[in-house]
């Protein structure tokens, strides 16, 4: 079986899961919702230019309920005793690294696709730029892509809930303040041309973490 | 099967694994030939399951050497994960997936060919007919045990290695095992079977072996012997201060 096929069945086996028991979906919606709403209150009132805590405000929420997510990929597979089917099988470990990921992303970007809408409403701003999406779409990609990796090293640990925000957060904060950055960029200007160097950077840590990830994915789930 | 001259499905050289700075696995030598049989019987802790994952792949060993199908354990993972089906208390199942998905989607990562035929065969051949739409999570532990054995068949591996197959099982279950295991024909495969059973590993297995202290420190054809034989054997081996716990028994409970 070809490489991205190894990744498609493993992929479409997430998601088809996911789209059975809304497990993960579900509780990183409801968290995502509930923090917009909060931050919502604090803002109206405490600030009175919304515009410029809004991109930091959605890439707390988008990080946090992402970390729940994340949390989960691996954790179900060990908890139902599958993870070491999938060892066992003969699948390259970066095929299964980025067919995990894959799933990840979706997940994440359903949950940015309802909380930008809502957001909208909520921050009476307009969130639903095409080039908001596409900074979600990057920001989701380097955040999930160096998460599944921090979320297969923190199931081996006692406190892996902990563990995960931990590890993960540190070694995101430039994908996340690149997003942050074209989020404020598009938001004040709407123009994508003011975004300087950070959409370079975005691009770069994408392609630096996903490839880096794959490559060192298997001594994660080594046991 | 003629083996003479072939290379061994199995060849442990030296093998050794540490937890915690205590050896479960000591410098173990074993040598299983193609389409050869082998039961281990031990005591808990005896290190059973350790070897299982060590030829598996799904744990590394801290020395020795271990080949399967002349292809050495660490060099080529895939090709010995190809090699190899198994058969453990952990069934490996998706619990919020029905047995056809399950195999399914094992059959698609281990590149199974004609898998919507081989799927059905083993879907009939295990009994999974009538469980087609359920999920696994709502099916019985015999059921699920069931479906784990034909998962671990289904790529039509070399090796097929059964870790306690009988755990979790209740008794009439335990009795319908040898049956079952006879439907995975398992004739022409190298087996090595792990067990608190004495009477499923006499009939299951060409040969049987004691593993205490970290090796095999017993070993013969299961032709004409006896669970007695195999008992007494084994208060032999064991160590004295195990003693206390008792040999395995017939049932698979320590007498």
């Known amino acids: 079986m070809n490489f991205f096929n190894q990744i498609i069945t493993v992929a479409t086996k997430d998601i088809k899961t996911e789209l059975r028991t809304r497990e993960t979906l579900s509780g990183m919606l409801v968290f995502a919702l509930l923090v917009v709403l909060i931050f919502n209150f604090a803002f109206d009132l405490r600030v009175h230019n919304v515009r410029s805590v809004v991109p930091g405000a959605l890439w707390v929420t988008f990080t946090f309920a992402g970390v729940l997510g994340l949390n989960r990929s691996f954790a179900s597979e060990r908890d139902q005793g599958s993870l070491e089917g999938l060892l066992l099988a003969p699948v390259d470990r970066s095929a299964l690294y980025l067919g995990k990921t894959s799933a990840n992303i979706v997940f994440m970007l359903i949950t940015e696709v309802i909380v930008l809408p809502v957001s909208t409403v909520l921050f009476n701003l307009n969130l639903l730029h095409p080039q908001l999406f596409v900074v979600a779409l990057l920001g989701t990609i ?36 690149a997003a942050v950055k074209l989020t404020s960029a598009i938001l004040d200007t709407g123009a994508v041309t003011e975004a300087g160097t950070w959409w370079p950077l975005l691009i770069s840590f994408d392609a630096i973490f996903l490839v880096v990830s794959a490559l060192i994915f298997e001594y994660a789930v080594e046991y | 099967m003629n083996t003479r001259g072939a290379v061994p499905a199995i060849h442990v050289r030296g093998l050794t694994k540490s937890f915690g700075g205590r050896a479960v696995i000591r410098n173990l030598d074993l040598v299983l030939p193609q389409g050869g049989s082998l039961a281990i019987v031990g005591h808990n802790g005896s290190g059973k399951t350790t070897l299982i994952r060590l030829l598996s792949g799904l744990a590394r060993a801290d020395a020795g050497l271990i080949h399967v199908c002349g292809v050495r354990q660490g060099l080529n993972a895939i090709a010995v994960h190809r090699a190899i089906g198994i058969v453990s208390h952990n069934t490996f199942l998706y619990q919020d997936l029905t047995p056809v998905e399950n195999l399914q989607f094992y059959g698609r990562l281990y590149g199974v060919d004609r898998l919507h035929q081989r799927v059905e065969t083993l879907v009939e051949r295990f009994g999974l007919a009538g469980y087609r739409s359920t ?26 290695l059964l870790d306690e197959p009988d755990s979790g099982l209740d008794p009439q279950a335990v009795d319908m095992l040898p049956q079952l295991l006879a439907l995975a024909e398992l004739e022409g495969r190298t087996t090595l079977l792990t067990t608190h059973n004495l009477k499923l590993g006499l009939v299951l297995a060409q040969r049987i072996a004691i593993l205490a202290q970290g090796r095999l420190v017993w070993e013969q054809g299961t032709p004409g012997l006896s669970e007695a034989d195999v008992r007494a054997a084994y208060d032999l081996h064991l160590p004295k201060s195990n003693r206390i716990w008792g040999s395995p028994s017939a049932s698979g409970a320590t007498a």
């Open chain 1, 142 to 177: 380097g955040f999930a892509g160096v998460g599944t990796l921090f979320s297969a090293i923190a199931i081996n640990t006692r406190a892996r809930d902990v563990m995960l925000p931990i590890l993960l957060f540190p070694i995101s904060i430039p994908i996340i303040i």
């Open chain 2, 135 to 160: 999920l696994v999570r709502m099916l019985s532990r015999g059921t699920q045990q069931r479906l784990s054995l034909a998962r671990a068949l289904l790529p039509d591996p070399r090796i097929v």
